[in-house]
Protein backbone atom coordinates (compact mmCIF):
# COMPACT_ATOMS: atom_id res chain seq x y z
CA UNK A 1 0.00 0.00 0.00
CA UNK A 2 1.54 3.26 -0.89
CA UNK A 3 1.97 6.44 2.13
CA UNK A 4 -0.12 9.00 1.80
CA UNK A 5 0.93 12.44 1.94
CA UNK A 6 -0.09 15.99 0.48
CA UNK A 7 1.48 17.48 -2.34
CA UNK A 8 3.52 19.80 0.07
CA UNK A 9 4.66 16.96 2.39
CA UNK A 10 5.94 15.17 -1.08
CA UNK A 11 7.68 18.05 -2.30
CA UNK A 12 9.49 17.92 1.00
CA UNK A 13 10.61 14.42 0.96
CA UNK A 14 11.72 15.44 -2.72
CA UNK A 15 14.01 18.63 -1.65
CA UNK A 16 15.06 16.28 0.97
CA UNK A 17 16.47 13.41 -1.62
CA UNK A 18 17.60 15.97 -3.83
CA UNK A 19 20.16 17.36 -0.97
CA UNK A 20 20.73 13.52 -0.24
CA UNK A 21 22.05 13.21 -3.16
CA UNK A 22 24.35 16.20 -3.77
CA UNK A 23 26.02 16.12 -0.31
CA UNK A 24 25.76 12.81 0.94
CA UNK A 25 26.20 10.72 -2.33
CA UNK A 26 28.30 13.41 -3.96
CA UNK A 27 26.18 12.72 -7.91
CA UNK A 28 25.58 16.58 -8.77
CA UNK A 29 24.05 15.06 -11.42
CA UNK A 30 21.37 12.72 -9.30
CA UNK A 31 20.93 15.51 -7.77
CA UNK A 32 19.76 17.61 -10.64
CA UNK A 33 17.67 14.80 -12.14
CA UNK A 34 15.79 14.62 -9.20
CA UNK A 35 14.81 18.23 -8.80
CA UNK A 36 13.98 18.13 -12.43
CA UNK A 37 11.49 15.37 -11.90
CA UNK A 38 7.85 15.42 -12.28
CA UNK A 39 6.78 15.84 -8.47
CA UNK A 40 4.31 12.63 -9.84
CA UNK A 41 6.37 10.54 -11.10
CA UNK A 42 9.01 11.08 -8.48
CA UNK A 43 6.41 10.04 -6.02
CA UNK A 44 5.01 7.06 -7.45
CA UNK A 45 8.68 5.94 -8.12
CA UNK A 46 8.91 5.98 -4.35
CA UNK A 47 5.51 4.42 -4.06
CA UNK A 48 3.94 7.74 -2.31
CA UNK A 49 0.27 8.34 -2.85
CA UNK A 50 -0.60 12.48 -3.19
CA UNK A 51 -3.67 13.08 -1.84
CA UNK A 52 -5.63 16.57 -1.05
CA UNK A 53 -5.19 17.58 2.05
CA UNK A 54 -8.92 18.63 2.45
CA UNK A 55 -10.30 16.02 1.07
CA UNK A 56 -8.68 13.73 3.78
CA UNK A 57 -11.17 15.39 6.09
CA UNK A 58 -14.40 15.05 3.66
CA UNK A 59 -13.78 10.94 3.86
CA UNK A 60 -14.67 11.11 7.33
CA UNK A 61 -18.27 11.80 7.61
CA UNK A 62 -20.17 13.63 10.22
CA UNK A 63 -22.49 11.18 11.72
CA UNK A 64 -24.21 12.59 13.95
CA UNK A 65 -27.98 13.43 13.58
CA UNK A 66 -29.23 17.22 14.51
CA UNK A 67 -30.73 15.97 18.08
CA UNK A 68 -27.31 14.57 19.01
CA UNK A 69 -26.10 17.95 18.63
CA UNK A 70 -28.75 19.34 20.57
CA UNK A 71 -28.37 16.63 23.58
CA UNK A 72 -24.57 17.66 23.31
CA UNK A 73 -24.91 21.30 23.28
CA UNK A 74 -27.43 20.78 26.46
CA UNK A 75 -25.02 18.60 27.82
CA UNK A 76 -22.08 21.12 27.35
CA UNK A 77 -24.00 23.98 28.93
CA UNK A 78 -24.86 21.90 32.16
CA UNK A 79 -20.91 21.60 32.28
CA UNK A 80 -20.21 24.80 32.25
CA UNK A 81 -23.14 25.72 34.46
CA UNK A 82 -21.36 23.53 37.04
CA UNK A 83 -18.13 25.05 36.70
CA UNK A 84 -19.16 28.51 36.70
CA UNK A 85 -20.74 27.44 40.14
CA UNK A 86 -17.81 25.93 41.37
CA UNK A 87 -16.34 29.52 40.56
CA UNK A 88 -18.77 31.18 42.19
CA UNK A 89 -18.24 29.41 45.49
CA UNK A 90 -14.24 29.90 45.32
CA UNK A 91 -15.44 33.47 44.71
CA UNK A 92 -17.09 33.25 47.49
CA UNK A 93 -14.67 31.83 49.70
CA UNK A 94 -11.82 33.77 48.52
CA UNK A 95 -13.73 37.15 48.43
CA UNK A 96 -15.25 35.96 52.23
CA UNK A 97 -11.98 37.17 53.21
CA UNK A 98 -12.44 41.32 52.82
CA UNK A 99 -14.76 41.41 56.86
CA UNK A 100 -12.10 44.43 57.42
CA UNK A 101 -9.06 42.66 58.69
CA UNK A 102 -7.02 42.74 55.73
CA UNK A 103 -3.66 42.72 56.92
CA UNK A 104 -1.99 41.44 53.81
CA UNK A 105 -1.78 44.86 52.16
CA UNK A 106 2.36 44.92 51.66
CA UNK A 107 3.53 47.00 54.58
CA UNK A 108 5.13 45.53 57.51
CA UNK A 109 3.46 47.89 59.91
CA UNK A 110 6.47 50.11 60.10
Given at each position: MPKQLTAQ??????DKAVLFADNVLN???K?????HEDLASWAERHRIQ???SNR????????RT????????????DENDSLQDQLDAISDVLGGDDD??????????R
Open positions: QTQAKKDPDADDIEIINRNRNMADTRQDLIDQIADLQGDDDDDGDDG
